[in-house]
């Protein structure tokens, strides 16, 4: 058992939050890198009733913490965020302790991705946020919209309907955000790989089988889309099993 009382095995040995963070360390952090991470059931669903809240179990939580702990920017889709209902993000005591023991900025900075941008500017996720958040989006976004929005956060621009994925690591990367992390949702995520953005995916198989009726974690309108990805390691817990994948050299 760990501190936190939730037992991440690996070769039959019990992990430490520390441990887990060495296991889904990247080898150069100066190195741009976009990982994502999601939740499904046995049987492929996203969500339980519409969330994923009802997929979590403890060591899940507990992965998608630590990922939280190593990254510079987390990037999450419009949709996810008003059906998950994000408050600001804020790391705990722990994990800015252990951030900056490691040389990082207290907090990551949140992201959102948006073109249509029905957000609220007065919404706590960026009024309470600890550091400035941003708003990736686009040209054709409404003009008002971006303009209220750019008073409580930093409005990036990336393509002109939809966010070009291709480009978030090198446009993150400039503004020192090079170690990216997406948490959902499965629009943007299929946006992603259409745009060859991965290069890390971490998915937690919860022990449910679901059946018909939830989408999968990855969702759009381009099909015929396959990359192989090299399995990093596999944690499991109680019934839960977490993959870490890597992309593949070219
Ligand atoms: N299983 C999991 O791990 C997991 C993780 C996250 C979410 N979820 C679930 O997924 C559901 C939400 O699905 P979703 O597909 O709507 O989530 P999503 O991908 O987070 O949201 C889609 C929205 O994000 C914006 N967006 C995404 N890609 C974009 C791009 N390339 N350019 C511009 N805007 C882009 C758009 O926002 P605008 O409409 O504002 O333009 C789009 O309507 C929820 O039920 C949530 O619980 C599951």
Redesign the pocket.
């Known amino acids: 058992m760990t501190e936190s009382g939730i037992s991440l095995l690996e070769g039959g040995a019990a992990l430490s939050d520390d441990e887990i963070a060495d296991l889904y360390a990247v080898a150069d952090r100066a190195v741009p890198w976009l990982r994502v991470n999601?939740?499904?059931s046995i049987d492929g669903a996203?969500?339980h009733n519409?969330?994923?809240a009802g997929?979590g179990t403890p060591a899940d939580k507990r992965v998608f913490d630590v990922l939280r702990r190593l990254c510079d920017v987390v990037l999450?889709?419009?949709?996810?965020v008003r059906?998950?209902g994000y408050g600001p993000m804020r790391l705990d005591e722990p994990a800015v302790r252990w951030r900056r023991e490691h040389g990082l900025a207290d907090q990551p900075v949140f992201g959102i991705?948006?073109?249509?941008?029905?957000l609220d500017p007065a919404d706590r996720i960026f009024t309470d946020a600890p550091v400035r958040p941003i708003v990736v989006t686009?040209e054709r976004a409404p003009a008002e919209r971006r303009m209220a929005l750019a008073e409580v956060a930093d409005v990036l621009l990336a393509?002109e309907e939809?966010?070009d994925?291709a480009r978030i690591r090198s446009l993150l990367a400039k503004r020192g955000l090079v170690q990216v992390h997406s948490?959902?949702?499965?629009?943007?995520?299929g946006?992603l790989l259409s745009g060859d953005a991965v290069d890390e995916i971490c998915l937690t198989i919860s022990p449910f089988a679901e059946g018909p009726g939830a989408g999968r974690?990855t969702?759009g309108t381009r099909t015929g889309i396959q990359r192989r990805m090299a399995l990093a390691h596999v944690l499991s817990s109680q019934g839960t099993l977490l993959l870490r994948y890597v992309r593949q050299p070219a």
């Not at 999450?76 to 996810?80: F, K, Y």
């Open positions: 999601f939740v499904s996203g969500t519409g969330l994923t997929l999450v889709g419009a949709g996810t059906a998950e991705v948006s073109a249509g941008l029905e686009v393509g939809h966010v994925t948490e959902g949702g499965p629009h943007f995520f946006d974690i969702e």
